[in-house]
């Protein structure tokens, strides 16, 4: 592609000239500037550029909705391990619908081979800016912190591992009235406990400074792995620092595994002790150490937040409305109406060029057919916006869906986290009674063993105080036994219950995921029809366009010398 350096048309290749001011084309430093990809949305500008992908500003070419486009790299889409990867993230994100989550609003792979995904368009910066100056707020910590906790909850509900959580991937956007509203991005790595697994042998994916112990030794690491790098963002957002650094990859790893992290008061003097003790567990080197899911985080920080204090909603109402923007009614204004006006100078230019009957045939055939495309561009334009409001009505349907399912979920999970809490609690209160019980056993199974050792049980000929020492402490032990057995018999039952009701809130849980996984695919299957029509008309605009360009270009060349046409030649400028 090519474009020109005055008025930013875009050309194809083979184009030399701008046909609006004659000025020699210039190859586009980015191909993707000026695409239209997947038929519909527009390539604007670029965000931002990481060795994986490109994030893109764009917006959509039939309805007038800015959204961030992200496009893998064109070496890695050869890879197909990384272009699933890339698709996974997309689906995953997509399937979440929590309000401190990145909103998917498409992916896919255009015609071209281009493997993308379509975003909300955010405005704020990473948190990682937001640490950068220094030491944040306790309140602030847990204020954005709750906002974290919520996100990862809601992914840990889907069974979605973030597996990369550091300050580069949570954006704080600015929500208005000074609220701050936290994003979860970029779930690159991350993967569905469920999905086949794409990592190799010996591979690690993941940010040293913010890998839980586990991630190091196993691939298999589970949600309490995303709770552990909380923690460290916890603690970096709290004192300014990292708990461990290191020169080199290795290093972190080593502490990671094997030196305590430093309590934050050491740094900060005036951390609420809760907070510090929340921050603590998280860094627990053992993951049944740490808080049992990501909900009990969430209700360690409500119980810390400022009382009075602005805050988010709880949860995602099932019945809200959708967070993405609700599209135009009608066509935003688009090149249509400003080639009908290029349209109209042309016909001025032949009537002032020429007389009456004088007119060149190569013109006027040349203007019959720029009319003509563009009553074709109108009718494809036509066409792909009912296409686009299907699309829309699916859209809004699976994300009522997904917010209901979701709402759903996050009920029973609070529910299932609290009976989990409950059931590690109620381990350690049986641990005792079962320990006493096999201590029990033990002592008399060596009392027998000592009686056996004098001969067993036996009639005796005369009495044999040996012999009824053992035969006492066979008794004393199988006793205390006994006792001890159903006590811990007792507890054990009680465990059960507690166990029995965990079960039971995952198999509900498990149920309601189940329904979500069927209704993404069900949507999937119905949304692949319009998808191709809204690509295949798109694309067909795109050749259109770049025709009517050529055509206007044949068109203007043999007029541009005409002094009497200067005057039309500078409004044709202006239209550009």
Same mark, same amino acid.
């Given at each position: 592609?090519?474009?020109?350096?005055?008025?930013?048309?875009?050309?194809?290749?083979?184009?030399?000239?701008?046909?609006?001011?004659?000025?020699?084309?210039?190859?586009?430093?980015?191909? *993707?500037?000026?695409?239209?990809?997947?038929?519909?949305y527009a390539i604007e500008a670029v965000l931002g550029e990481g060795g994986m992908?490109?994030?893109?500003?764009?917006?959509?070419?039939?309805?007038?909705? #800015?959204?961030?486009?992200?496009?893998?790299?064109?070496?890695?889409?050869?890879?197909?391990?990384?272009?699933?990867?890339?698709?996974?993230?997309?689906? *995953?994100?997509?399937?979440?619908?929590?309000? *401190?989550?990145?909103?998917?609003?498409?992916?896919?792979?255009?015609?071209?081979?281009?493997?993308?995904?379509?975003?909300?368009?955010?405005?704020?910066?990473?948190?990682?800016?937001?640490?950068? #100056?220094?030491?944040?707020?306790?309140?602030?910590?847990?204020?954005?912190?709750?906002?974290?906790?919520?996100?990862?909850?809601?992914?840990?509900?889907?069974?979605?591992?973030?597996?990369?959580?550091?300050?580069?991937?949570?954006?704080?956007?600015?929500?208005?009235?000074?609220?701050?509203?936290?994003?979860?991005?970029?779930?690159?790595?991350?993967?569905?406990?469920?999905?086949?697994?794409?990592?190799?042998?010996?591979?690690?994916?993941?940010?040293?400074?913010?890998?839980?112990?586990?991630?190091?030794?196993?691939?298999?690491?589970?949600?309490?792995?995303?709770?552990?790098?909380?923690?460290?963002?916890?603690?970096?957002?709290?004192?300014?620092?990292?708990?461990?650094?290191?020169?080199?990859?290795?290093?972190?790893?080593?502490?990671?595994?094997?030196?305590?992290?430093p309590r934050p008061s050491q740094l900060v003097p005036r951390c609420p002790p809760?907070?510090?003790?929340?921050?603590?567990?998280?860094?627990?080197?053992?993951?049944?150490?740490?808080?049992?899911? @990501?909900?009990?985080?969430?209700?360690?920080?409500?119980?810390?937040?400022?009382?009075?204090?602005?805050?988010?909603?709880?949860?995602?109402?099932?019945?809200?409305?959708?967070?993405?923007?609700?599209?135009?009614?009608?066509?935003?204004?688009?090149?249509?109406?400003?080639?009908?006006?290029?349209?109209?100078?042309?016909?001025?230019?032949? @009537?002032?060029?020429?007389?009456?009957?004088?007119?060149?045939?190569?013109?006027?055939?040349?203007?019959?057919?720029?009319?003509?495309?563009?009553?074709?561009?109108?009718?494809?334009?036509?066409?792909?916006?009912?296409?686009?409001?299907?699309?829309?009505?699916?859209?809004?349907?699976?994300?009522?869906?997904?917010?209901?399912?979701?709402? @759903?979920?996050?009920?029973?999970?609070?529910?299932?986290?609290?009976?989990?809490?409950?059931?590690?609690?109620?381990?350690?209160?049986?641990?005792?009674?079962?320990?006493?019980?096999?201590?029990?056993?033990?002592?008399?199974?060596?009392?027998?063993?000592?009686?056996?050792?004098?001969?067993?049980?036996?009639?005796?000929?005369?009495?044999?105080?040996?012999?009824?020492?053992?035969?006492?402490?066979?008794?004393?032990?199988?006793?205390?036994?006994?006792?001890?057995?159903?006590?811990?018999?007792? @507890?054990?039952?009680?465990?059960?219950?507690?166990?029995?009701?965990?079960?039971?809130?995952?198999?509900?849980?498990?149920?309601?995921?189940?329904?979500?996984?069927?209704?993404?695919?069900?949507?999937?299957?119905?949304?692949?029809?319009?998808?191709?029509?809204?690509?295949?008309?798109?694309?067909?605009?795109?050749?259109?366009?770049?025709?009517?360009?050529?055509?206007?270009?044949?068109?203007?060349?043999?007029?541009?010398?005409?002094?009497?046409?200067?005057?039309?030649?500078?409004?044709?400028?202006?239209?550009?």
């Open positions: 592609m090519k474009v020109c350096p005055s008025c930013g048309l875009q050309y194809g290749d083979e184009q030399l000239r701008c046909f609006v001011d004659s000025a020699a084309l210039q190859p586009l430093a980015d191909p *993707n500037l000026g695409k239209i990809l997947a038929g519909r992908a490109t994030v893109y500003r764009a917006r959509h070419a039939l309805v007038d909705r #800015p959204v961030a486009v992200k496009i893998l790299a064109p070496s890695k889409a050869r890879n197909p391990s990384l272009r699933e990867r890339f698709r996974r993230e997309a689906k *995953n994100a997509a399937s979440l619908a929590h309000p *401190n989550i990145i909103e998917i609003y498409d992916y896919g792979e255009a015609s071209d081979g281009t493997v993308f995904m379509v975003m909300e368009l955010l405005h704020g910066a990473p948190l990682a800016n937001h640490i950068a #100056p220094g030491p944040m707020d306790a309140g602030r910590v847990v204020s954005l912190g709750l906002q974290m906790a919520r996100g990862l909850a809601r992914a840990h509900d889907f069974e979605v591992i973030h597996r990369d959580l550091k300050p580069e991937n949570i954006f704080v956007v600015e929500a208005g009235n000074g609220r701050e509203l936290v994003k979860l991005l970029d779930f690159g790595i991350a993967r569905s406990m469920h999905d086949s697994r794409l990592t190799g042998a010996g591979e690690i994916f993941g940010t040293p400074q913010y890998m839980a112990p586990e991630r190091i030794t196993t691939i298999d690491a589970g949600p309490a792995a995303d709770l552990y790098a909380l923690g460290v963002i916890f603690f970096e957002m709290l004192t300014g620092r990292l708990p461990f650094e290191a020169e080199e990859i290795t290093g972190f790893f080593i502490k990671h595994m094997q030196q305590p992290p809760a907070l510090e003790g929340l921050i603590l567990q998280l860094l627990a080197k053992s993951p049944e150490d740490r808080p049992v899911d @990501a909900h009990q985080v969430v209700k360690a920080l409500q119980s810390l937040r400022p009382s009075g204090g602005t805050r988010m909603p709880d949860s995602p109402a099932p019945s809200a409305s959708p967070s993405r923007p609700i599209a135009a009614p009608t066509l935003p204004p688009t090149t249509l109406e400003r080639w009908m006006r290029r349209t109209a100078i042309f016909d001025e230019m032949l @009537a002032r060029a020429f007389g009456p009957g004088q007119v060149p045939a190569d013109s006027e055939r040349l203007l019959v057919e720029i009319r003509a495309t563009l009553r074709r561009i109108e009718a494809l334009r036509a066409e792909g916006l009912a296409e686009q409001r299907k699309l829309e009505a699916l859209e809004a349907e699976a994300h009522e869906t997904r917010a209901r399912l979701g709402f @759903a979920v996050q009920s029973l999970a609070e529910d299932l986290s609290q009976a989990r809490e409950e059931a590690r609690a109620a381990r350690r209160e049986v641990a005792p009674y079962v320990e006493r019980e096999q201590q029990a056993h033990q002592t008399y199974v060596q009392a027998d063993e000592r009686l056996q050792a004098s001969g067993g049980y036996r009639q005796l000929d005369a009495p044999d105080e040996t012999f009824a020492r053992s035969l006492r402490d066979v008794v004393e032990a199988l006793e205390a036994w006994a006792l001890d057995r159903v006590a811990a018999d007792k @507890a054990r039952r009680w465990l059960a219950g507690k166990e029995h009701t965990v079960e039971d809130l995952s198999f509900q849980v498990q149920a309601l995921r189940d329904q979500l996984g069927r209704s993404e695919r069900s949507y999937a299957e119905r949304r692949e029809a319009s998808e191709r029509a809204l690509a295949a008309s798109g694309d067909e605009v795109q050749r259109l366009e770049q025709e009517l360009l050529r055509m206007a270009s044949t068109f203007c060349e043999p007029l541009r010398s005409r002094p009497s046409l200067r005057e039309l030649f500078v409004r044709l400028e202006q239209e550009g």
